[in-house]
């Protein structure tokens, strides 16, 4: 093991796997670990576990957007730079997620096509469900799939593989595609 890639979670992880599969790369030959760290806040014990005060590899990771400020900190703690911006921690390795991996995918599909996913997956009329819900009910249907992908423990993982077989692998959300470039 050369480079671990640090994601927040399984289906990031998840993610991250069906895309190097897809793009033909088997990351395990190329030295590359991905590690799902039960949560951003988890950053700084796997920084010091397999950082420069700790085993040394070569670091990458992928973050929501609200982690970015925790990521950022811990990078610098670590002596990765001070003051670090976006370009920054991108040149380090590590992405951020608009929002989250869920809302890139769906971005990047659209919603028809998550649709046609949940469909498949036989979970359509749970989803119409959540958007009969009156919390839900005036939402843009990009705002109720991503509560229904988070909506109940596991679905996450369910969907990160199934959501990256249907991308367009020109359309691949960029901090996706940018990790994958980068390690």
């Known amino acids: ?16 796997e069906a895309l190097a599969e897809r793009r033909g790369r088997d990351l395990a030959a190329e030295g590359v670990s ?18 420069p005060t700790g085993r040394n590899l070569r670091l990458a990771g ?23 911006s976006r370009g920054d921690l991108e040149a380090l ?13 769906i971005r ?16 359509l009329r749970s989803f119409r469900t ?3 819900q009156p919390a839900w009910r005036g939402g843009t249907t990009h ?7 988070g909506s109940r423990g ?7 593989g199934p959501l990256v077989a249907a991308l367009d692998l020109d359309r691949v959300p960029r901090p996706l595609d940018r990790l994958l470039a980068h390690v």
């Open 1 to 16: 093991m050369r480079t671990v890639v640090l994601v927040e979670g399984a289906s990031d992880k998840s993610a991250v």
């Open 130 to 132: 959540l958007q009969r």
């Open 34 to 51: 991905l590690v799902a760290m039960g949560g951003a806040t988890n950053i700084g014990t796997y920084i010091d576990k397999y950082g």
């Open 108 to 123: 990047a599909l659209g919603t028809a096509t998550v649709e046609r996913v949940v469909d498949a997956e036989g979970e």
């Open 93 to 105: 390795g590590f992405f951020v997620c608009v929002a989250d991996l869920e809302d890139e995918l």
């Open 143 to 149: 705002a109720q799939l991503r509560r229904f992908m």
């Open 154 to 160: 596991g679905r996450k993982l369910r969907y990160s």
């Open 62 to 84: 992928l973050c929501d957007a609200r982690e970015e400020r925790d990521f950022r900190r811990v990078l610098e703690r670590a002596g990765f730079g001070s003051g670090l």
